[in-house]
């Protein structure tokens, strides 16, 4: 979906001085075509809805495929095991395409960014000739000027610093795909990079050091959002409750202050951040979801493992104990909470005995939803090379085991939730016709038929009438056409 209009014409000419564009730029050229493939996390979402609005008022418009594209960009994400190997293969159809298309005397600009681009550097170079652009993600706000210069040909150029000045200070603000196409919620980056530096994890090298963009900033992104009809925000960060960006009127703010902030934009309904880690989660921000207001009874809080041993080898900064006395805080502060964590099976050295007291962890806890991952060597991080490497079939056996106890949990959440009447912002569309989806203040999805399409981007009180595994159903409390 395009919705090159927000930019074409004369192009503000705040954004112009900010990307250096020359003043009849944006309406002079002809406009071109960029697709960008978004791989892994929210993240990359939004990094590349912030590449697409970088390079509007340089001529670009977005497409939905490569095959319209002059700019094919691929966002990548490094997490996962071979992450790495499906891009190259990825750039192997891509570069057919491209040889394709320069017979007709087309020329394609291929771009690789993101954690994979931060990780393999030249490397990408040396395996895909075709690949004209290899840039890491702190590089972005380069990007218009990177493509400018790539098409004049030459080698690829390759740009994995981790530049001094901050990106964000230098992209237009998003005012695209974000706003208008997607509606109702928007991710928005509140902190980038990490020092935590646990084992197994290539955050800190792909991202970078922990950096936090200051309130007003984020304030005022926020403002424009809404403005555009967003509903709901989640802050983002890869270590987001570490959060300490420059307040209003000196000195730094907490998350907590960041969410209070926000909390005032009027038209804005609902708050959510992500990813946390448990070390991070102040007294202030606990408090936080005791308050009535617009953060959502929802945290992501992950916790790897539930043996204090692996805990250490992962140097994750936190005990089982810790862990466990942090959530009783966080339920006193809002009893009803849905808790949501990160785990990792078959971590190096991990015993049947260390796999049991992770069981053990998510049977007490009882998380509303998890995520749970076998262990997988990321080259460069200090785990990959340790010795006592869990054998796969151990893994996998182990993963399908605490995937049970979390579906189980998550079930009897998502059961418990029957009988009760949960304000619902209705953000999608069904496939049935009146029917519309929405989440719940827990992130649940609900499913609702005979919804009056004005309820849509809107809270609607629906009674929940069945809980699934990965869902609610439900019926909207009051009939249609009797509200007003
Ligand atoms: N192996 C398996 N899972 C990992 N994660 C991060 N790195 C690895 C790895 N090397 C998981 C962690 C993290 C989530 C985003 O991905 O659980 O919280
Ligand atoms: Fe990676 Fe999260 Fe650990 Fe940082 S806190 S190193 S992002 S797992």
């Given amino acids: ?58 001529g670009y418009d977005e497409v939905d495929t490569p095959e319209q594209a002059d700019v094919v960009i691929l966002n990548t994400c490094h997490i996962r095991e071979r992450a790495a190997e499906k891009v190259y293969s990825e750039l192997g159809r891509l570069r057919k395409m491209k040889d394709a298309r320069a017979v007709e005397g087309d020329r394609v600009i291929i771009g690789v960014a993101g954690c994979v681009a931060q990780a393999e550097g030249d490397e990408i170079r040396r395996r895909a000739p075709t690949v004209d652009l290899v840039f890491g993600p702190q590089t972005y706000h380069r990007l218009p000027d990177m493509i400018a210069r790539a098409g004049n040909g030459g080698p690829a150029l390759v740009d994995t610093e981790f530049p001094a000045e901050d990106k964000f ?64 925000i989640t802050l983002l960060g890869q270590n987001v409750n570490a959060y300490h960006g420059d307040a209003p009127h000196g000195g730094a703010s907490t998350l907590g202050g960041l969410i209070r902030a926000l909390a005032e934009i009027e038209g804005l309904e609902r708050l959510r951040f992500t990813t946390s880690h448990p070390r991070d989660m102040d007294d202030d921000l606990i408090a936080a979801h005791g308050e009535p207001g617009k953060l959502m009874p929802y945290l992501h809080l992950p916790v790897q493992s539930g043996s204090d041993r692996i805990l250490d080898a992962m140097n994750r900064q936190h005990t089982v104990s810790f862990y466990l006395d942090l959530i009783g805080r966080i339920r006193a502060a809002r009893p009803d909470i849905a808790l949501s964590s990160d785990f990792i099976v078959g971590f190096p050295g991990e015993t049947d005995d260390d ?38 079939d151990v ?44 989440r719940s203040p827990y992130l649940q999805s609900v499913h609702v038929e005979n919804v009056p399409e004005q309820l849509f981007g809107k809270l609607s009180d629906v009674i929940i009438e069945e809980g699934h595994a990965n869902s609610l159903k439900g019926r909207l409390a009051q009939a249609a056409g009797q509200e007003d």
């Fill in 1 to 58: 979906m395009s919705d090159s209009n927000v930019l074409e014409g004369p192009a503000n000419a705040a954004m112009r001085e900010t990307l250096s564009v020359p003043e009849d730029a944006a309406v002079a050229v002809r406009r071109k075509k960029i697709h960008i493939k978004t791989y892994g996390c929210q993240m990359n979402v939004y990094d590349t809805n912030r590449m697409t609005d970088a390079m509007a008022p340089h």
């Fill in 169 to 232: 200070g230098h992209l237009p603000a998003p005012r695209r795909k974000q706003t208008l196409a997607r509606g109702v919620t928007a991710f928005l980056t509140v902190q980038e990079g990490c020092d935590k530096f646990c084992t197994f994890c290539v955050v800190p090298y792909t991202r970078g050091a922990e950096f936090s963009r200051p309130v007003a900033r984020i304030v005022g992104e926020a403002r424009d959002l809404v403005a555009a009809g967003v509903r709901e």
């Fill in 355 to 392: 796999f049991e007291a992770t069981i053990d962890l998510a049977r007490k806890v009882r998380f509303a939803q998890a995520y749970s991952f076998k262990y997988s060597p990321r080259p460069g991080t200090p785990a990959a090379g340790e010795a006592g490497q869990v054998p796969e």
């Fill in 395 to 438: 893994k996998a056996e182990r993963l399908a085991r605490l995937q049970a106890v979390i579906n189980e949990g998550q079930l009897a959440f998502n059961e418990a939730c029957v009988g009760r009447v949960l304000p619902v912002l209705f953000d999608r569309r069904g496939r049935h016709e009146a029917q519309l989806i929405g």
